[in-house]
């Protein structure tokens, strides 16, 4: 009886410790604004990107980036993506990380405006890694690689 009682105690002990140490995350997408509005009655002037499955709006009256990958249609607009399965409508606000990596790609010639000013990696190739991971030793003297005597 006291070893079935002990059981008993421990299983509710486990199920408590489980319990409290449940995580949770959450992002909250809700204080998006509303998608911007859409005024085609028709579908949009696309051009299609070379080698990137990604088509982009080419219309100079459209405020906003449009692009089209695959069923999706992506718009980028004052900071917050939206996506939907129709050019004309349905959009909802999505984090950044859901675009598309072939969006990120499209030549910066062919944004409104991009989020970046470049896409993801290029301002790192660009500007080099000033962060201290990768150059330098930390210190501000010569490569970091040992051989350098300043």
């Not at 006291?2 to 421990?10: S, V």
């Not at 005024?39 to 990604?54: C, G, I, K, L, N």
């Not at 100079?60 to 089209?68: A, E, G, H, I, Q």
């Not at 069923?71 to 004052?78: L, P």
Request: aromatic residues 16%.
């Amino acid at each position: 009886m006291k070893r079935t009682m002990l059981f008993a105690l421990a299983l509710v002990a486990l199920a408590a410790t489980s319990a409290s140490a449940e995580t949770r995350i959450q992002v909250n997408i809700g204080m998006a604004p509303p998608p911007p509005a859409i005024v085609y009655h028709a579908p949009p002037p696309m051009v299609y990107v070379p080698d990137s499955r990604v088509y982009y709006v080419n219309d100079d009256d459209v405020p906003y980036d449009c692009f089209r990958y695959g069923a999706y249609f992506y718009i980028y607009n004052d900071g917050w993506w939206y996506r939907s399965r129709r050019y004309d409508r349905g959009y909802r606000a999505i984090e950044e990380r859901y675009v598309p990596r072939p969006i990120w790609s499209v030549p910066a010639g062919n944004w409104k405006h991009h989020p970046h000013g470049m896409p993801p990696g290029q301002a790192k190739k660009y500007y080099g890694d000033d962060r201290g991971r990768g150059r330098g030793n930390g210190h501000g003297h010569g490569h970091g690689n040992g051989w350098d005597r300043d």
